[in-house]
């Protein structure tokens, strides 16, 4: 246990410096969002199933709450964190900036020389110590490029962002589910790692509801 604690150390530390030596002047950063509030520790209500929305009787209202019920797993922090438009990662409930300093790059997966998996596995690291709170990980970790970003977005904003092939690397409906429901890159949502808040609910339930909100027509709150 401590070799992996000085491991785990070393790693934080190399990441920094490696970070510092790289970085370049940039662009002053976008209007942030409004930061969110409240512990990384508290567990969220669950997601609603499908049924609760049954008694909406107009499909283009069923549709919308159905979205908007998703919503709630779309605009967490968890997610809209990796969905950026000036390509820096965000961290945390109150997205700030990550730190230390950083860029998707053109491929979203790190500029030359530094990629996101000179610091960030395919699988959580544990937290070490008082200090060293664990570094996310993910076989497929990566940055989403501008054209899908989240950030400071409506959820109506990226509910037509998503139904636009142009803007969600050219996916149709089905595929688009098959994302939400399947992808383990979006399951890590569920499974941030200790001290983190995953997202309500489970991708199942997620799942469930992107797939009834496509068979009511896929109808999107106002922007």
């Known amino acids: 246990m401590r070799v992996l ?5 070393a790693l934080s530390t190399a990441c920094v410096l490696l970070v510092g030596c790289k970085n370049a002047a940039r662009p002053p950063p976008p209007p942030e ?8 520790e508290a567990r969220l209500p669950p997601l609603r199933p499908v049924s609760d929305f049954s008694t909406i009787a107009d ?9 908007t019920e998703a919503g709630r797993v779309i605009t ?7 969905h950026p438009a000036d390509g820096v990662p965000r961290q945390g409930l109150e997205q700030r900036r990550h730190l230390p300093a950083v860029s998707g790059g053109e491929s979203g997966h790190g500029p030359p020389g530094l990629p996101c ?6 699988v959580n690291l544990p937290v070490v110590g008082e200090t060293l709170r664990g570094v996310p990980g993910n076989p497929k970790w990566a940055l989403a490029p501008a054209e899908m970003a989240w950030v400071g977005r409506s959820l109506g904003s990226i509910c037509a962002q998503l139904k636009d092939p142009a803007r969600n690397g050219g996916k149709d409906l089905a595929r688009l589910h098959h994302h939400m429901a399947e992808d383990v ?6 499974n941030p790692g200790p001290g983190l808040q995953a997202v309500p609910g489970t991708q199942r339930a997620f799942g469930e509801l992107i797939q009834a909100w496509i068979d009511t027509g896929a109808h ?3 922007p």
């Open 117 to 122: 998996t000179a610091c960030h596995q395919a």
């Open 33 to 40: 969002p409004a930061p969110r509030t409240g512990s990384e």
């Open 76 to 82: 967490h922090p968890r997610c809209t964190n990796c």
């Open 220 to 222: 999107c709150p106002e």
């Open 185 to 190: 890159l979006v399951a890590w949502g569920w």
């Open 59 to 67: 499909p283009q209202a069923r549709s919308i709450a159905l979205f």
């Open 5 to 9: 604690r000085v491991m785990l150390r």
